[in-house]
Nanobody, 130 residues
Framework: QVQLVESGGGLVQAGGSLRVSCAAS????????MGWFRQAPGKEREFVSAINPIFWSARGTYYADSVKGRFTISRDNAKNTVFLQMNNLKPEDTAVYYC????????????????????WGQGTQVTVSS
């Protein structure tokens, strides 16, 4: 079973940048599709971004419209880590950010669904002040 641990959250001013990381263990990381979700108080968990295994022929990355152009997802298979670089942060980005792993390749019909993912981290808090 894949274990996921997020890190890198914190407090940042609006317009600033932050990079959150997710370290995976207990699985073959390079074969996993990885995703980032976030949840703000009183709101449902929402999809942020996802990345497929690099060797798969499916679309490589996905982004929610709300973060497109500001956030970038990447992975370092040698370090079993997926990253989410967040630039030009806005107060509405404030949330607990969760890392998730999928043993199935993501597609246009599945990438944004929490049910697609098999394992979840416990989250890291990101707070953006105005």
């Amino acid at each position: 079973q894949v274990q996921l641990v997020e890190s890198g959250g914190g407090l940042v001013q609006a317009g600033g940048s932050l990079r959150v990381s997710c370290a995976a263990s207990g699985g073959t990381f390079s074969r996993l599709a990885m995703g980032w979700f976030r949840q703000a108080p009183g709101k449902e968990r929402e999809f942020v971004s996802a990345i497929n295994p690099i060797f798969w022929s499916a679309r490589g990355t996905y982004y929610a419209d709300s973060v497109k152009g500001r956030f970038t997802i990447s992975r370092d298979n040698a370090k079993n880590t997926v990253f989410l670089q967040m630039n030009n942060l806005k107060p509405e980005d404030t949330a607990v950010y969760y890392c998730a792993a999928s043993q199935s390749v993501l597609s246009s019909g599945t990438y944004s669904s929490p049910h697609q993912y098999d394992s979840w981290g416990q989250g890291t808090q990101v707070t953006v002040s105005s």
